[in-house]
C-alpha cells in the first residue's frame, strides 16, 4: 500500500525559504517508471503543480516558479523535499506532495496518489 | 494550453446523470488528460487518465471521452459520495499539469 505524508513548517514570514518534506511508503526510487512531486493548492482555488522528481533522477518545474523552486530526493530515507524560496503571502496555500507513475497509454507521468496535504501560511 | 471546464457548478440529485466537459485550447494529441475528485479538506483523487481509463479502484459509474480539445466526464448515476469538486488535469505535452478551474456537484 502506498502512502505519502507532507511535513514542514505551517506558518514562514514574507521572504523566508519553505522546506517541505514527503514521506512515504510502499514503493521505492528504484522502480523504475515512477516518480514523486508536489502541488498546491490557494484556500478556495484551483490546484497548481509545483515540481516533480523522476526515479531516473530527472526533474521538472513549473516555469513560472523555475527561479524559486527546488526539488530533491533521497532514495535511501524514501524521501523527497521541495524547497521554495522568497515566499509571499499568495504561496499560502494546502500544499501536497504526489505519487507519479507513468502512464502505458502515452508514457507520460500521472499523480496517481495523493498526501494529505499540509496547509502553509504566510505572514507579514 | 488553458483547460476551461463548463459548467461551473452543477446542481442535481443522487441518481441523475452527471455530464462535465473541459475544453483545450489547443488541441491535446495522445490524450494525456486525466480527471480528479475532490471533496471538502480532502486530497484529490485520480478518477480517469488517458482521457478515458478508470484508475484503480474507480466504480465503472465514472466514464471519459474525448479527444482534441473536448473531454466529458460522466457519472452514470450520482451516489450520495459523489458531491463534489472535479478538476480536468493535463499531464503530458509541453504544458503538463495544467489543471482546469473545476467544476462543483453539488445537491439540488
Known amino acids: 500500500q502506498i502512502t505519502l505524508e507532507e511535513s514542514g513548517p505551517a506558518l514562514v514570514k514574507s521572504t523566508q525559504t519553505l522546506t517541505l518534506t514527503c514521506s512515504f511508503s510502499?514503493?521505492?526510487?528504484?522502480?523504475?517508471?515512477?516518480?514523486v512531486g508536489w502541488f498546491r493548492q490557494p484556500p478556495g482555488k484551483a490546484l497548481e503543480w509545483l515540481a516533480l522528481?523522476?526515479?531516473?533522477?530527472?526533474?521538472r518545474y513549473r516555469p513560472s516558479l523555475k527561479n524559486r523552486v527546488s526539488i530533491t530526493k533521497d532514495t535511501s530515507k524514501n524521501e523527497v523535499v521541495l524547497t521554495l524560496t522568497s515566499m509571499d503571502q499568495v504561496d499560502t496555500a494546502t500544499y501536497y506532495c504526489?505519487?507519479?507513475?507513468?502512464?502505458?497509454?502515452?508514457?507520460?507521468?500521472?499523480?496517481?496518489?495523493w498526501g494529505q496535504g499540509t496547509l502553509v501560511t504566510v505572514s507579514s | 494550453i488553458v483547460l476551461t471546464q463548463s459548467p461551473g457548478t452543477l446542481s442535481l440529485s443522487p441518481g441523475e446523470r452527471a455530464t462535465l466537459s473541459c475544453r483545450a485550447s489547443?488541441?491535446?494529441?495522445?490524450?494525456?488528460l486525466a480527471w480528479y475528485q475532490q471533496k471538502r479538506g480532502q486530497a484529490p483523487r485520480l478518477l480517469l487518465y488517458?482521457?478515458?481509463s478508470r484508475a484503480a479502484g474507480i466504480p465503472d459509474r465514472f466514464s471519459g471521452r474525448g479527444s482534441g480539445t473536448d473531454f466529458t466526464l460522466t457519472i452514470s448515476r450520482l451516489e450520495p459520495e459523489d458531491f463534489a469538486v472535479y478538476y480536468c488535469?493535463?499531464?503530458?505535452?509541453?504544458?503538463?499539469?495544467?489543471f482546469g478551474q473545476g467544476t462543483k456537484v453539488d445537491v439540488k
Open positions: 522528481v523522476y526515479w531516473d533522477h530527472d526533474k
Open positions: 504526489a505519487h507519479f507513475v507513468a502512464d502505458p497509454l502515452t508514457g507520460y507521468y500521472v499523480a496517481d496518489l
Open positions: 488517458g482521457a478515458s
Open positions: 488535469q493535463l499531464y503530458g505535452g509541453l504544458h503538463p499539469y495544467t
Open positions: 510502499g514503493f521505492s526510487f528504484t522502480y523504475s517508471g515512477v516518480g
Open positions: 489547443q488541441t491535446v494529441t495522445n490524450s494525456y
